[in-house]
């Protein structure tokens, strides 16, 4: 079995900065895609920035030029810098990891959520 646990989230004034960070154990082989996702209240699930295990990112057009994702392979951790925070950035941000586990079983698991608001 495959956890995460998330950290980071917080409260911030809106242009500050915050760091989410996504730590993965339990029974990993390897991992393919580290992804941070969010959801505002009353919206779908979004993805927000992701990471493959061949260095690609992508960002959703919302966050270009103020988000980072970024990953540590060897420790297991995806981390997410987020910089110039709106207040529409408020939501609770999970982080997802996609691998094989033991016996080479798919995983597909996800953080808890950690809550992210950007006070105007």
């Known amino acids: 079995q495959v956890q995460l646990v998330e950290s980071g989230g917080g409260l911030v004034q809106a242009g500050g900065s915050l760091r989410l960070s996504c730590v993965a154990s339990?029974?990993?082989?390897?991992?393919?895609?580290m992804a941070w996702y969010r959801q505002a209240p009353g919206k779908q699930r979004e993805c927000v920035a992701g990471s493959s295990s061949a260095g690609t990112t992508n960002y959703a057009d919302a966050v270009k030029g103020r988000f980072t994702i970024s990953r540590e392979n060897t420790k297991k951790i995806v981390y997410l810098q987020m910089t110039s925070l709106r207040p529409e950035d408020t939501a609770v941000y999970y982080c997802?990891?996609?691998?094989?586990?033991?016996?080479?079983?798919?995983?597909?698991?996800w953080g808890q959520g950690t809550q992210v608001t950007a006070s105007s």
């Open positions: 339990g029974s990993i082989f390897s991992i393919n895609t």
């Open positions: 997802n990891v996609q691998g094989r586990g033991a016996g080479a079983a798919f995983f597909n698991t």
